[in-house]
RNA sequence: GCUGCUGUAGCUCAGAGGUAGAGCACUCCCUUGGUAAGGGAGAGGUCGAGAGUUCAAUUCUCUCCAGCAGCACCA
């Protein structure tokens, strides 16, 4: 058999009998690689250790030191692992499939009986068992009609229908631990010892679709996270307590922001706190608007069906709709209406209003538009996935010449916002056409390339996403970073030129002739709900000074105090900033607790000598350390602090 | 919407076939205390809703509602 070439990292080739395998290599560069590889690189492919290499190549040869790899293959392996460990315990469970996912991994089981909290505790026991027991992992390809026969014999249909999914040309590789058998593509380690015993754990057991497809068999899914080493997996456990601490619906309540309950699922009674929140970035928003040319309107809340019959929403978007039904003594006919689900339409009507000329454009149509969905009662998150809400929507009418000029324009607006509210890291999807759309390809053609243009002229980066874009037209979306790294997509721009046609919008030319204009729908914050949600999680409720809530409390030290406590609290008033006193009877220690676990960023405290010398002493939330200050500087410090970052 | 789990005081939670308990919060009293809980007393519950089994249901069963996790959804 002919020899090649294999190529290392350190750019020496040595030659190799075709068909020998990364292990082979691995040990004969020295035993104890031999022993310690996991997985090859094989021409940037993740490579296992017993597939043979016939051809030249660059190879490298990964350990548990290589992160990427290693985290691939543990977390993979005890997918099956996991999937073996249950059908010891349980023989009759069919297995389907078990996917690496970001910090671990799932795997799919068919089995009557839910999986309890201590079926889990006892999957972990067994499955630590086989990993004690080293079995080696080896691998064979099979013919596809053998594997079907197999998996047809064993039952486990799943399987079959995998095979049956998988493409023609694409080798079926079968893999074994002990006499334990599963249908993957691999890579996979040496041996069940190589996954650390104690750096693994079951979290939970869920439904999920067979395939993802809400008409199949519900199967349940057993979720578990891996890593390296035991204190990684600490760590990870304890990232995971951190976001349970900064949940938005127990700060909510925490911080007396707003409630939720039975009666009116999916929306908020938000509380004076929450509001202030709310409306602070409303006007902030608002501010916003007027400077960049928008134009403010306000229309229904529950429209006749007809409109939505126009709109297409009736036979697109019904089964989201709130129908509002009314009887009327007289009429001949129920008046049916709908709550709006988006405000789009409406402000085509806004437009239509009067006849449009081509000075007109662009239009720039803003609204604060609350909206009512009826989303599925599973999609219910706290204020971020809601049935009532309220978005910063706008749409802009223009021609198509200008939409590249409106994007960019958009562009740096919404990233000024992002600035001001401190998101700095934000990325920008474009979405192209789907397979499933209207309209000529010449007309795709250029609206995809002024979306991108105007990316690049506003000076952004962005990534494409294939086929993701509406029916109607392509879309930007805007998804920002959170404090603590967690994604959220926000803001969006998505051109349409199929409401205005069915709606019948039009404007006059510099020909004297009617022509259609487009509309391009946008959001910066997406809605007011979700982003307030968003603010708490990523300031674990230590809201920036300007739009929290509670800004200072003055609080008194002893009773002599109280006056000038309240001297001081109308001061602030006076000066802008929201400020209340604390003249309770209680110890300065009380106080400060608890202030500070309702995230109040100033206490001022005051005493004797605060009084007499006109004084206050500062304590920021989250600083030990205080400082006494002239009460008129601490006034107008804080003046400055309340004041919003378009206005300083 | 689907699967599983949960629903007891304002909050966090314990409890049992014989109609309920803790801590914190709340009210009152004492205490005037210098930067993350001072002390005492008191009040507070149709045990998510409805039906069934039972001498007896908040506890067991069923249905519904809501919440939580995941899936699906987010034209």
């Known amino acids: 058999m002919a020899d090649i070439s294999l190529t290392f990292p350190d750019g020496n080739a040595r030659s190799y009998p075709q068909g020998t395998t990364p292990a082979e290599v691995a040990a004969d560069i020295s035993k104890s690689l031999g022993k310690a590889a996991i997985s090859a690189n094989v021409d940037g492919a993740h490579w296992d250790l017993q597939w043979p290499l016939d051809r030249d190549c660059a190879i490298s040869i990964n350990t548990l030191k290589d992160d990427a790899a290693a985290l691939e293959l543990i977390r993979h392996d005890l997918a099956h692992i996991m999937a073996r460990a249950v059908q010891e315990l349980w023989p009759d469970v069919k297995v389907t499939i078990g996917p690496v996912i970001d910090n671990g991994w799932y795997y799919d089981f068919d089995r009557s009986e839910p999986f309890t909290p201590e079926d889990l505790g006892a999957i972990e026991k067994t499955m630590k068992d086989i990993i004690n027991r080293r079995d080696p992992i080896r691998t064979e390809v099979w013919e596809r009609t053998r594997a079907i026969q197999h998996y047809e014999q064993n039952g486990e249909p799943y399987k079959v229908e995998l095979i049956d999914a998988i493409p023609g040309d694409e080798p079926l590789r079968m ?44 199967l349940q899914r057993i979720y578990g996270v891996a890593f390296k080493s035991k204190e990684d997996l600490k760590k990870h456990l304890n990232m995971l307590e951190e976001a349970a601490k900064r949940d938005h619906r127990k700060l909510g309540r925490e911080m007396d922001l707003f409630h939720m309950q039975e009666e009116a699922p999916g929306q908020i009674f938000w509380h004076p706190n929450g509001w202030t929140i709310y409306t602070g970035l409303q006007d902030y928003m608002r501010r916003q608007q007027r400077r960049d040319g928008y134009v403010e309107v306000n229309t229904p809340q529950v429209v006749d069906r007809k409109l939505w019959e126009k709109s297409g929403h009736w036979d697109n978007y019904q089964e989201h709709m709130f129908i509002v039904e009314v009887d009327e003594e007289h009429a001949r006919e129920k008046a049916v ?294 009460r008129d500087e601490v006034v107008t410090l804080l003046r400055q602090d309340a004041t919003p970052p378009d206005l300083t």
């Open 175 to 218: 893999y074994w631990h002990g006499d334990w058998q599963d249908l993957c593509r691999g890579p996979h380690l040496q041996h069940t010892g190589q996954v650390p015993a104690d750096a693994f754990k079951l979290m939970s057991v869920a439904g999920a679709y067979w395939r993802g497809d809400s008409s199949r068999q519900m």
């Open 337 to 630: 209406n709908a709550l709006k689900p988006m405000n789009c339409p409406c402000h085509v009507q806004v437009f239509n209003q009067g006849l449009k000329s081509y000075r007109d454009l662009p239009l720039r149509m803003a609204e604060f538009g609350s909206c009512n969905r009826y989303e599925p009662s599973g999609a219910l998150h706290g204020i971020m996935r809601v049935r009532g809400f309220t978005q910063d929507d706008a749409h802009i009418f223009c021609t198509e010449e200008q939409i590249e000029e409106e994007t960019a324009k958009f562009i740096r607006f919404l990233a000024k916002i992002y600035a001001d509210l401190g998101f700095e890291d934000w990325t920008i999807k474009l979405s192209t056409r789907p397979e499933k759309r209207i309209g000529s390809d010449e007309s795709w053609d250029m609206v995809e390339a002024a979306l991108g243009a105007a990316c690049r002229k506003a000076g952004y980066d962005y990534e494409i996403q294939e086929g993701e874009g509406a029916f109607y037209g392509p879309k930007l979306e805007f998804t920002l970073t959170d404090a603590i790294g967690r994604q959220w997509q926000c803001g969006t721009l998505q051109v349409d030129p199929n409401l205005p046609e069915r709606l019948d919008a039009n404007y006059i030319g510099q020909d004297g002739a009617k022509h259609r204009p487009v509309m391009l729908h946008r959001a910066v914050l997406g809605s007011f709900e979700r982003f307030i949600g968003i603010l708490i999680e990523s300031h674990a409720g230590k809201l920036p000074f300007w739009i929290a809530p509670r800004q200072v409390v003055v609080a008194s030290i002893t009773s002599d105090a109280d006056d000038y406590v309240r001297e001081t609290v109308e001061l602030l008033i006076a000066a802008g900033v929201r400020a209340e006193a604390d003249t309770r009877n209680e110890k300065i220690n009380f106080k400060v607790r608890e202030h500070s676990l309702g995230k109040v960023p100033v206490i001022l405290a005051v005493g004797h000598r605060e009084v007499e010398e006109r004084t206050v002493t500062v304590r920021r939330l989250g600083e030990k350390q205080t400082q006494v200050s002239p």
